[in-house]
């Protein structure tokens, strides 16, 4: 598993991480939003995505980063959300499934 060498914002709203294996991934502020993790956006239960899309506002972008030990980082969002861990794993495979 590649491990982050550089995170940083692409243009206004959009993170960029570049990895250990040379790939730069950008990542759209409202995808990674949606892609939350967290037990308010998923059932913990059945893995069901819970969260409505139509809640997430069009111009959602992370107000703040913070590490979460040497796996994850936590994303504060402008919509008031902070629960969902992105593990680098998780963002590595996530990198792949937008255009």
């Known amino acids: 598993m590649p491990a982050?060498?550089?995170?940083?914002?692409?243009g206004e709203s959009d993170l960029q991480i570049?990895?250990?294996?040379?790939?730069?991934?950008v990542y759209p502020a409202r995808f990674l939003r949606l892609a939350c993790p967290c037990a308010h956006c998923v059932d913990e239960m059945t893995?069901?995505?819970?969260?409505?899309e139509s809640s997430v506002p069009q111009d959602v972008r992370p107000v703040?980063?913070?590490?979460?030990?040497?796996?994850?980082?936590?994303?504060?969002?402008?919509?008031g959300h902070s629960t969902g861990l992105y593990t680098w794993e998780r963002?590595?495979?996530?990198?792949?499934?937008?255009?």
């Not at 893995?47 to 409505?52: D, F, I, K």
């Open 4 to 10: 982050p060498v550089e995170i940083s914002r692409a």
């Open 18 to 25: 570049r990895w250990s294996d040379g790939k730069v991934s």
């Open 47 to 52: 893995g069901r995505r819970v969260l409505q």
């Open 64 to 79: 703040a980063l913070d590490p979460v030990g040497r796996y994850a980082i936590q994303i504060r969002w402008s919509d």
């Open 91 to 99: 963002l590595y495979a996530l990198a792949d499934q937008f255009p």
